[in-house]
C-alpha cells in the first residue's frame, strides 16, 4: 500500500504558473506508475496527466498537452505537476494517484487503487 499527499495547490491569475507535489510513503514508490486527475465543481473527475514508474514515458489529456508537464524523483519519493499557462478552465481539485500495473502509463480513473487528498488549484481570469 502507498499513502499519497499532494501541495503547491492555491489562487493564482490566469496565465500564471503553479506546481504541484505529491508525496508518496508506504511501498517502493518506483513501483508504481503515477497520475494526476482533477475535479471541477460539478464535473466528473478526469485524467490530466501520468508517468511510467521509472519516468521514461508521460501521457497528458489533449486539454493540458504542451502547458502541464509530469515528472517524478523517485530518490524522493515525489511527482510533479508543473502547470504553465493556467486558464480558469484549469480549475479544479487536483488529486494524484498510483497504478501498480507494470506497464503503463494508464489513463482510467479505475486503474489507479490509491489517491491522495487532493490540493485545491483556483485560476482568476
Known amino acids: 500500500q502507498v499513502q499519497l499527499v499532494e501541495s503547491g495547490g492555491g489562487l493564482v491569475q490566469a496565465g500564471d504558473s503553479l506546481r504541484l507535489s505529491c508525496a508518496a510513503s508506504?511501498?517502493?514508490?518506483?513501483?508504481?506508475?503515477m497520475g494526476w486527475f482533477r475535479q471541477a465543481p460539478g464535473k466528473e473527475r478526469e485524467f490530466v496527466a501520468a508517468?511510467?514508474?521509472?519516468?521514461?514515458?508521460?501521457r497528458y489529456a489533449d486539454s493540458v498537452k504542451g502547458r502541464f508537464t509530469i515528472s517524478r524523483d523517485n530518490a524522493k519519493n515525489t511527482v510533479y505537476l508543473l502547470m504553465n499557462s493556467l486558464e480558469p478552465e484549469d480549475t479544479a481539485v487536483y488529486y494524484c494517484?498510483?497504478?501498480?500495473?507494470?506497464?503503463?502509463?494508464?489513463?482510467?480513473?479505475?486503474?489507479?487503487?490509491?489517491w491522495g487528498q487532493g490540493t485545491q488549484v483556483t485560476v482568476s481570469s
Open positions: 508517468i511510467t514508474r521509472s519516468g521514461d514515458s508521460t
Open positions: 494517484a498510483a497504478d501498480s500495473f507494470p506497464y503503463g502509463p494508464r489513463l482510467g480513473l479505475r486503474d489507479y487503487a490509491y
Open positions: 508506504g511501498r517502493i514508490f518506483s513501483t508504481y506508475s
